[in-house]
Each structure stands twice: as structure tokens, then as C-alpha cells.
């Protein structure tokens, strides 16, 4: 009680003694803002030209990208144990959203992912997941003694595992696995056994081909089958990624030009604006673009690194580091599909990509982590 | 109470996430490594791969096929041109679901069986990847209309506006031009390289008469542009562009009075009419009926229409005056004449009695002549003007078979005449050795005997008999018949008899044929030239035993064939006419008037006064043969 006494009464003054100025203030991370901002950026230059010189697609995600900021900003405000306070009523609800979806939802392309509130409009409680996850099984360890006995990795198993076969059934699997990663993820960081880590490789090695022969459904297996040889179809199924490793390759060191692009230009490259925008990116401005881009994805990676490196308390370490890691894991897989090296499972380049609830989560979600940086005490404990 | 635990554990705690932390940074770096290892192997070593598999996919090269010679006659009436027509196009390459296709298509225009059975074999047949299948052909305004607007929901679906070949005068030209098609896989198998190149882009290829035979000429040069298109290859600009070279137009000698002249005379009956200007061989008239209509064949013939055609007793789609093999029975006693007198077994002096019948020694057989009670005392002339069969079986008897051969051979009976067309039936003018080599039997007399009457095994084209007139009023100068100036290589050199006086001789009694006591004489009431002509009678020997007529029909079948040859102005020749009417019984009052009016429409003018035309000139030919037309028969003089 005196602590947070204390801290009420100077605010300004512990603020101005970490890093001072108008960001700290609000409580925004101006590097991480700063770096988010020139992403946001880069990724809108690439957008116009994805969609054909499109403005209308660029101004519908500027809005996007307003909502994202909005909410990230307002989730910066929040203290970290606040989030600490409600994340299991958060995710409690969350789950509740999930079943729901299964029961009552909106199906869209073979798969109901979204809930209609009425007066709301649709959204997609998996959304949620992606930060409630993270932040109860961050919540869940903080409430505990680390590193984590074999009973509590269970339970925290559970609790990821959970809403991930929730969201796997609706079905989502590439959402259903991002969502488990999170929550691994500070599994992970709270320090699970290496023996464990061991062990649970060796049972997700074994258990791919089973879950391809029995759990996967025919779309998911059609894009496995697709990844390990797209020349059986290249005018069906493997179309999509011939025709990327082909606007990426053909993008060379220094690129095509903005806007000169003829894969997507002249739509050959499908889902040009959207999960495939890198491959727009890579064959417009080559390799060179490519490492530019992927340095801003590791400044903001390190960014959140540091933030959680200095977070005052583990839910705020937990956590913080859960969705810097996620965030990179988005960035990885997406990347991984485009150029090949994994299979299509429709998961978007972050902030870059054109698209949907998922760019006011990641920002959110950066929102989470500036409160945890800008919520820091004098004192840790 | 547990606040001390924490305490103390909490260092603890921050060790190992520490730790976690820089494993964390660690696997960021890492896979880091691997997209960027990725990246260095698609966009730096396997770059040029990629650059070859983009441009493939947003360049292409088009043919583009160069538009068809047109085809005219001697006086600029077109005969052939190109019209723009609107296909529907199925590119199957670019289709879901071909099927769905057509059914969606068949809402739209109008798909009968035939357009379906077509479409089907073109698309199984052996085509060039992505190129386009013809569905159907002419398509309305309206069809247009209604397929634009749907074409987006369509994926494959192409409308063209590719010109096609038609004929204006439908059935009239219809066995000499010939007509063009689809060009096939097969044509493009018997092709060079360099020809499949240059038909890269052409969908049509001259399958039949003029258009066949000087198909490389009208075809024209391929050219080729390069294009930029997106996926669903709209094009959006075009990079590069060689225009193609325009086939070649071609002026036929054929004059379209004169064939006009020739259809409309032999009216519904079956036959020939093959008219040239022996002064240089140009063919005026060449017609064949009954003829078909071209412009059905040219987009793909419905299998209805072809088996009519096929079905038909009468054989449209036979070409009767290129290759009908005809015995040519009387028309060729002149020439038969000729070849006697030259031989010493004749002369014009030396008559014999004609008692209705001819017999050899030691032979009771009675060779008949066609007058039961004979025509008296014949010499040459009357002969040849009486059609006296008793004297020229005498006569060729005496001949013998194998000089009547040789000579024959000559006037291009037993030969091909060399006319620009394919597929020539070369007749037949029978010799010892011929019938020893193809039928293993020994030669007869008798034989000898029928021959010298034009029966027997002789054989003659409506195209040869029209040949063997224009070289007899050309007096023994060799004639080629030409339809637009160029001829097979041939070798037959000019008839020069020892007394050139038995040609002047010969034409007299021709004229004579067509005189009051003539045969002929109906063709020439009230001619304003002399013509000489030399009827014919050919007997029908049998009916194909598979052939199934009714009663009417075989009796009308069994008649005789009526021929007439004849060349007019006799003192100054400018056409020779051959008229075949299949069983048209009596050649001087079935075929002579026919004659007649194909002359009447070469010499006369529109006032019905003489009015010989000039030789044909070559003045819109651009390629014409480097020798003057002209010297073209006279260029076979010396092989």
C-alpha cells in the first residue's frame, strides 16, 4: 500500500529520472514507438504498390493502423499488474468467446472464426487469445515458484493447450499454433528444463506425421503436400508459391523499382497485399530491401528484448518477452512460407501485411509492452 | 508469508530468465541467418532462374499470321478475299472446368452438335499448347454482345476477329479455286522448320485447287510481337513488333464471263467444261459440275452438310474436268487423223467403202459403225466430218497401236497436261506394253480397233481433250494450260508433221464437222466465226455393281456420254472448248450448243459483235514468272 503511495505521489519525477520527455509521460517507449512508426511506414510504400497504386487499400489500413495506435496506446496506461489483475477473467471470457464461436459463430471460408455481436459486428475472439494467453500463463508463473515443476508445466500446458484446440477446431491451426507458441513461449522463458525442452522435440518430431495422417483436415494437408513439392500442380496449388520464390528471385540484390514489380503488377503473384506482400517487397526492392526490413523487425525484436530484460517483476518479464518472441515468430513463419521454406499457413507479415483484427492485436500487444516499460518503479522487488 | 521465498527466489528467477533471454536472442539470430540465407539463395544464386520464369510468365511472343493473297480473275473480279469474322475461342489451358464451360456457353450463343463434334476433335487432336480452339464461327452482333458481358465469369473464353477466307461466287469457282481450312497438326508434320515457323500464326492452309497449288504465295510471311500480359494474359503493351509480309495477290487467266458462261450452259446437268486460249494456254473457263459451296469448308464443314455431299449420286465434291476419266470416242479423230496422215497410212486422196461395219481378215467379228447402213465411199474429210467409224478403224488398224500411242501422247492424252492444280488424272492412252505391264495380257487386235475410235481402254480427261484441241488449232505448238501462270514440269515438245499443210487440211474439215452435212452443225447456227469442232459419243460400259439406283436412274445413267471439242475463230484460233455432259447422249445437239455459248462470251462483246480479246497481259501480277506468258509454251522447246 505505501509503495503505491509513493509511487502516485511522483509520477513525473520517476518518470523524468528513467527517460525523460513527453513519451514517458504518456507512457509511450519512443524507440519502439519510433520504430514501430517507420515499419508502419515502409510497410504502407509497399502496400500501394501491392495493390496496384491503390489509395483506398493504403487509407483502410492508415485506419487500421489509427485503431492500433489508439489501442496501444490506451493498453500503455494500464499498468502491468493490472493486466497481471485481470488477465485469468480476461481469458476466462475468452474461452467462453471460443466455445461460443463453435457454437454460434459466422462461418467464412469453411471455418468460423467469427462472432457477430449484435450492434458490434464481427470480431474474432482468437484475437483476444493471442494476448490473453500470454498473459495468463505469464500470471500463472508469477503466482508460482521458478524454475517450474513438472506439475505446473501441466497445468500451464492446459492452459495453453486449451484455447489452442479451441481455436484449432474452428479450424485456424496457424492461429491455434501461434497462440500455443505464445503461451510455450513463457513456458520457455520461465525456465523449463532443457531435459522437457528435449523430450517435447522429440514428441512434436514423431507426432507431425501422426497429426497429418489423423488431425489435419484436407485443406491443411493440401498445403503440407504443397510445400514439400509445388511443381505438382503449378497451375493449382503450387501457384502461389512458384509464382513467389519467382517475384522474390527475379527481385535480385537490388530490386525491380517500386512499382515495377511485374509478378504483382501484373497478378500473377495472388494475395499480393496481403500474407505474399513480402514477396511484392522482394522483388521490388531486392535483397537490399530485404535486410532493411528484416533490421527494423530485429530493432523492434531487441527493443523488446531490452524491455523485458528490464521488467521489474516476472509477469512483466514473462510476458513482455512472450510477445516480443511471438511477434518474431509472426515474422518468421510468414517469411518462411513466402520464400518457401515453410508451409503456406496464412499467417500475415506484421505491419506490413494488409489485414484485418490482427494489426490492432500487434499493436496492442506493443501497447502491453510499453506499459511494461513505462510503469517501471524505483525500487524493483 | 511466502514474501521471504520470493525474495529470495526472485534473483534466482531473474538468473534464469537471464539466461532464457539471451538463448531467445540467440534463436532470433539464428533464424534471422536462415530467411536470410534463404533470401541470398532466391534473390543472388538462383537469381537468373528466377528472372527467366518472371519474364516467361509476363512476355510472350505472338505470331501474328499475315493476311491471304487475294484471288481475282483476268479482269479484277475477286474470286477470294479475306472477311473479318468473329470466332468464339476456348483457350483450354486457361479453364477450370471445361465442361461447366460449354454448358455455360450454350446459354449464351448457339451450339449445335456439329460445333461441339468439332470442337471436341480439334481439342483431342495434336495442337500447339495455349493456343486458342475454335468453338464457333460467325457469331451474330448480338452473340457478341451477350458473351462480352459475361467473358469476365468465363476464364478461357476468347472472342477473335480473325479474318477468313471467302468466296463470293459460292458454288461457281468452287472445283478450280479450291478452298482453305483449319490448317492441322499434319500439315504442320510435313513442313519445314522454317514453314512451321512461318505459319506460326496462320489458322488457315489452302487444301484444294488454286488455293492449295499456289499456297505459298498467298500465304505470305509470318511476322511477330512480343507483348507484355498479365495472368489472365489480357495484354497490356506490346514490347516489340515485326509486321507480317501480305500474301501475294493472284490474277487467274480465268475470265468470269466465260466461266459464268460455261456453268450457266451446262445448267443442272453433270459434266465439264474446260475452255483455254491456246495462244498462251491461259485456262478462261473451268468448270466441273455439280460444284459445292467453299465457304462451308472454310470454318470447318458440319457433318451433316459433308455427308450430303458425300452421299450425293452425282459427287460434287469429284472435280469431273481435272480428274473424271472419260472415253473420249470421236472428239479425237482428228487428232487421230493427223496422226495417220503423218504416218503414211493415209492421205486425204485415199477413200474406202464403208458398209456399215469394219472386219479383219480371218475374223468374223463385225466392228460396227454407228450409221447401220455405213456412209458409202468416205475419204478423211468426210470421215472426220460424218464421224466415220469403219474409216478410222481401218485407219488405226493400219496406225497400229503403239504410233497411236506416241502420238496421242502429243496432243497430252495418256499425259498429265501440266496445269497449275494438284492431283491431275493423267487419262489413259493405252500400248502394247502398257496393257502387258498392267493387265498381263497380250494385245489384240480388237483393242486396236476400239482405240482408234476413241473407246476401248482410252481414257481422257475433260482437261486433256480441251489441251488436245488448243495444241490442234495451235498446230502441233505445245500448250500448257495455265490457270494463273505457272505449270508442273512436263516434258512434251511441239507435234511438227512432215506436211504442215494436214493441219490447215484437218481444220477444214473441223469446220466442217460444224457445217450443214456436220455432225456438230447445231453449235454453229448463226455464228459470227468459223469454229471447227469434232463431236463425240462415249458409251457407258457399266454401272459400279455396289451402286444402288433406282430404275429411272439406271436407265439414265446407262446413256451415253456427249462430248464436244472445238476451237473457234477456225482461221485464227483464240479458244479451244471441251463439253463433257455425262450421259448426255448425242454430243453434237447436247454438248455443241454449250460450246457455243463459252465461245459466244470470249469472242463476242457485251453487242454480240466479234471481238476477239487480246492474249493476257500480266499487269497486277507482282510475282509473275520471269519469262514473258508468251514464251511460255515455246519455252518447252527446248528441255
Known amino acids: 500500500m505505501s509503495q503505491r503511495e509513493f509511487f502516485r505521489q511522483m509520477p513525473g519525477q520517476g518518470g523524468a529520472s528513467l527517460s525523460p520527455g513527453l513519451a514517458e509521460r504518456l507512457h509511450l517507449d519512443a524507440p519502439l514507438l519510433a520504430s514501430l512508426l517507420m515499419l508502419m511506414l515502409g510497410g504502407l510504400t509497399v502496400l500501394y504498390s501491392a495493390g496496384g497504386e491503390s489509395m483506398e487499400l493504403v487509407v483502410r489500413q492508415c485506419i487500421r493502423f489509427g485503431a492500433g495506435l489508439a489501442a496501444m496506446f490506451v493498453l500503455a496506461q494500464f499498468p502491468p499488474r493490472s493486466y497481471r489483475f485481470w488477465a485469468p477473467v480476461i481469458y476466462t471470457i475468452g474461452l467462453i468467446l471460443l466455445v461460443l464461436v463453435l457454437v454460434a459463430g459466422t462461418e467464412a471460408k469453411g471455418a468460423q472464426r467469427w462472432l457477430s455481436i449484435p450492434g458490434l459486428g464481427r470480431f474474432q475472439p482468437s484475437e483476444v487469445m493471442k494476448l490473453a494467453v500470454p498473459a495468463m500463463v505469464a500470471w500463472f508463473f508469477s503466482e508460482r515458484t521458478l524454475p517450474p515443476k513438472l506439475l505446473d508445466v501441466i497445468g500451464a500446458l492446459i492452459l495453453l493447450g486449451l484455447p489452442a484446440m479451441l481455436i484449432g477446431l474452428q479450424p485456424d491451426l496457424g492461429t491455434a499454433i501461434l497462440i500455443a507458441a505464445s503461451g510455450l513461449v513463457v513456458l520457455f522463458m520461465a525456465g523449463l528444463s532443457w531435459r522437457l525442452i528435449a523430450v517435447a522435440v522429440i514428441v512434436v518430431v514423431t507426432a507431425a506425421p501422426l497429426m497429418y495422417f489423423f488431425v489435419m483436415h484436407d485443406y491443411q494437408r493440401n498445403r503440407v503436400d504443397t510445400f514439400l513439392n509445388p511443381e505438382a500442380d503449378p497451375r493449382g496449388t503450387g501457384w502461389n508459391i512458384i509464382q513467389s520464390k519467382t517475384a522474390i528471385g527475379s527481385g535480385g540484390i537490388d530490386g525491380k523499382g517500386w512499382l515495377d514489380g511485374t509478378q504483382s503488377r ?55 518477452s512472450s510477445l516480443i518472441m511471438t511477434f518474431f515468430i509472426y515474422v518468421f513463419v510468414n517469411m518462411g512460407m513466402v520464400t518457401g521454406l515453410l508451409p503456406v499457413v496464412g499467417v500475415p507479415l506484421p505491419l506490413v501485411s494488409y489485414g484485418g483484427t490482427s494489426i490492432v492485436t500487434l499493436l496492442a500487444s506493443f501497447g502491453m509492452l510499453m506499459s511494461i516499460q513505462t510503469h517501471r518503479r524505483l525500487i524493483s522487488y | ?232 494474359g489480357r495484354i497490356l503493351r506490346v514490347l516489340e513488333e515485326q509486321p507480317p509480309v501480305p500474301g501475294q495477290d493472284l490474277t487467274l487467266r480465268l475470265s468470269m464471263r466465260v466461266q459464268q458462261a460455261a456453268y450457266d450452259a451446262l445448267g443442272d446437268r453433270r459434266g465439264a467444261v474446260v475452255a483455254i486460249d491456246p495462244r498462251d494456254g491461259s485456262v478462261l473457263a473451268f468448270v466441273s459440275r455439280p460444284g459445292f459451296n467453299p465457304n462451308l469448308f472454310v470454318t470447318g464443314i458440319s457433318h451433316k452438310d459433308y455427308s450430303a455431299y458425300r452421299n450425293d449420286h452425282d459427287n460434287p465434291l469429284f472435280n469431273r474436268a481435272l480428274q473424271g476419266r472419260y472415253p473420249p470416242g470421236s472428239t479425237i479423230k482428228p487428232m487421230l487423223g493427223l496422226a495417220g496422215l503423218d504416218a503414211g ?46 474409216y478410222f478403224y481401218d485407219m488405226g488398224f493400219k496406225l497400229g497401236i503403239d504410233r497411236m500411242h506416241d502420238y496421242m501422247n502429243q496432243f497430252s492424252i495418256g499425259q498429265v497436261t501440266g496445269i497449275d492444280l494438284d492431283n491431275e488424272s493423267q487419262g489413259l492412252m493405252p500400248s502394247k506394253q502398257w496393257k502387258k505391264a498392267f493387265r498381263n495380257r497380250p494385245w489384240f487386235h480388237g483393242d486396236t480397233i476400239n482405240a482408234s475410235i476413241g473407246q476401248g481402254f482410252v481414257l481422257a480427261t475433260p482437261l486433256q481433250l480441251a489441251t488436245a484441241t488448243a495444241i490442234t488449232a495451235n498446230h502441233g505448238k505445245q500448250v500448257i494450260p495455265t490457270l494463273a501462270g505457272e505449270q508442273q514440269a512436263i516434258e512434251r515438245s511441239d507435234l511438227v508433221l512432215q506436211d504442215e499443210s494436214n493441219w490447215e487440211k484437218m481444220t477444214n474439215a473441223m469446220v466442217d464437222v460444224t457445217g450443214p452435212k456436220g455432225t ?55 479458244i479451244a472448248v471441251a463439253v463433257l455432259v455425262e450421259n448426255g447422249r448425242h454430243g453434237g445437239s447436247t454438248a455443241g450448243p454449250v460450246a457455243r455459248e463459252v465461245m459466244d462470251a470470249w469472242l463476242l462483246d457485251k453487242d454480240g459483235n466479234l471481238n476477239v480479246p487480246a492474249v493476257f497481259a500480266a499487269k497486277s501480277e507482282t510475282a509473275a514468272p520471269p519469262s514473258p506468258d508468251s514464251d511460255e509454251t515455246s519455252g518447252e522447246e527446248s528441255p
Open chain 1, 266 to 320: 501484373l497478378d500473377f503473384l495472388p494475395e499480393s497485399s496481403t500474407d505474399f506482400i513480402l514477396a511484392v517487397l522482394s522483388e521490388e526492392f531486392g535483397l537490399v530491401g530485404v535486410c532493411i526490413l528484416l533490421i527494423m523487425y530485429l530493432v523492434i525484436v531487441g527493443r523488446g528484448f531490452f524491455i523485458s530484460w528490464q521488467a521489474q517483476d516476472t509477469f512483466s518479464r514473462l510476458l513482455g
Open chain 2, 345 to 390: 497410212v493415209t492421205n486425204w486422196q485415199r477413200s474406202i467403202r464403208d458398209p456399215g461395219f469394219y472386219q479383219l481378215e480371218n475374223d468374223p467379228h463385225r466392228y460396227r459403225d454407228w450409221k447401220r447402213w455405213g456412209h458409202g465411199r468416205v475419204d478423211l474429210h468426210l470421215a472426220v466430218v460424218q464421224s466415220c467409224d469403219t
Open chain 2, 520 to 574: 456438230a452443225r447445231v453449235m454453229a447456227v448463226n455464228a459470227q466465226y468459223p469454229i471447227a469442232a469434232k463431236s463425240g459419243t462415249a458409251q457407258v460400259f457399266s454401272v459400279g455393281q455396289d451402286e444402288t439406283y433406282n430404275e429411272d436412274e439406271i436407265a439414265e445413267r446407262m446413256l451415253d456420254h456427249a462430248l464436244m471439242v472445238s476451237f473457234a475463230p477456225a482461221d485464227n484460233p483464240a
Open chain 2, 1 to 232: 508469508m511466502r514474501r521471504p521465498l520470493t525474495l529470495k527466489d526472485h534473483h534466482h528467477e531473474q538468473r534464469i530468465f537471464g539466461v532464457r533471454l539471451v538463448v531467445g536472442v540467440f534463436l532470433v539470430l539464428l533464424l534471422t541467418g536462415v530467411l536470410i540465407s534463404r533470401m541470398v539463395w532466391l534473390q543472388v544464386i538462383e537469381h537468373s532462374r528466377y528472372t527467366t520464369l518472371s519474364d516467361n510468365n509476363r512476355v510472350q511472343t505472338q505470331a501474328m499470321s499475315p493476311p491471304r493473297g487475294l484471288i481475282t480473275d483476268r479482269d479484277g473480279v475477286i474470286l477470294a478475299e479475306n472477311r473479318p469474322d468473329f470466332s468464339l475461342e476456348v483457350i483450354i489451358e486457361q479453364t477450370r472446368d471445361l465442361d461447366a464451360l460449354l454448358t455455360e456457353v450454350a446459354k449464351l450463343v448457339e451450339l449445335d452438335e456439329g460445333d461441339r463434334e468439332r470442337f471436341d476433335k480439334r481439342r483431342r487432336s495434336a495442337r500447339r499448347p495455349w493456343e486458342p480452339v475454335p468453338l464457333r464461327g460467325r457469331l451474330t452482333e448480338e452473340e457478341i454482345a451477350r458473351l462480352v458481358v459475361n467473358q469476365h465469369r468465363l476464364p478461357g473464353l476468347r472472342i477473335s476477329a480473325d479474318p477468313v477466307r471467302h468466296y463470293p461466287h459460292d458454288i461457281l469457282f468452287s472445283h478450280v479455286i479450291g478452298y482453305v481450312n483449319r490448317i492441322n497438326a499434319q500439315d504442320l508434320d510435313n513442313m519445314t522448320l522454317d514453314q512451321q515457323r512461318d505459319y506460326a500464326g496462320t489458322h488457315f492452309y489452302g487444301r484444294t485447287g488454286i488455293e492449295r497449288f499456289y499456297e505459298d504465295r498467298l500465304h505470305g510471311e509470318v511476322g511477330y510481337r512480343q507483348v507484355e500480359t498479365n495472368a489472365r
